[in-house]
T-cell receptor, first 109, second 110 residues
């Protein structure tokens, strides 16, 4: 079993839709959690950190459930420019970052 | 925007050549990483460093080598390039928080 798993995708949604991505991690000692966005043939870019209390940045909401070892990302009112691959990333102190395989999103006009 | 740079951005080279991919960051981060990624595929960690004179191999076996003589600089070297080395190479750095990536080097070995 992979240390970080994500919805396999791809997700094809119409503009304006709400889409949710799920991620699970296996290391209960993990301490830091992030969502990255990667456009085709570009480098991953930090989208947002995920805090225990949940956090929101505009149309994006991230949630963390430590008991279930589960992270989510919700995108509301999706735009064409949201089309990308979304990577779930987990970090444990003293260890390296672990990237999930990514979930590809295509927002259609 | 992260201050991490990679050169060259694109490289097409013949089999057997020695190449060095450059990576530098101006954020003073101790930790630096090299990843390899094929189109549409996952990132694979090939090397990392937690500070000057510290280098370790990552999860994916690689014929490349790295050095860390200065905090800001983490070059990757392939002694003899082969077509199987064709891929995108991404450098990243971090402190005790998120990683920041450079723009990558797209390597093609003919």
């Amino acid at each position: 079993r992979k240390e970080v798993e994500q919805d396999p995708g791809p997700f094809n949604v119409p503009e304006g839709a709400t889409v949710a991505f799920n991620c699970t991690y296996s290391n209960s000692a993990s301490q830091s959690f992030f969502w990255y966005r990667q456009d085709c043939r570009k480098e991953p870019k930090l989208l947002m950190s995920v805090y225990s209390s949940g956090n929101e940045d505009g149309r994006f909401t991230a949630q963390l459930n430590r008991a279930s070892q589960y992270i989510s990302l919700l995108i509301r009112d999706s735009k064409l420019s949201d089309s990308a691959t979304y990577l779930c990333v987990v970090n444990t102190y003293g260890q390296n970052f672990v990237f999930g395989p990514g979930t590809r999103l295509s927002v259609l006009p | 925007e992260a201050d991490i740079y990679q050169t060259p951005r694109y490289l097409v080279i013949g089999t057997g050549k020695k190449i060095t991919l450059e990576c530098s960051q101006t954020m003073g981060h101790d930790k630096m990483y090299w990843y390899q990624q094929d189109p549409g595929m996952e990132l694979h960690l090939i090397h990392y460093s937690y500070g000057v004179n510290s280098t370790e191999k990552g999860d994916l076996s690689s014929e490349s080598t790295v050095s860390r003589i200065r905090t800001e600089h983490f070059p990757l070297t392939l002694e003899s390039a082969r077509p199987s080395h064709t891929s995108q190479y991404l450098c990243a750095s971090s402190e005790d928080w998120a990683q920041y990536f450079g723009p990558g080097t797209r390597l093609t070995v003919l």
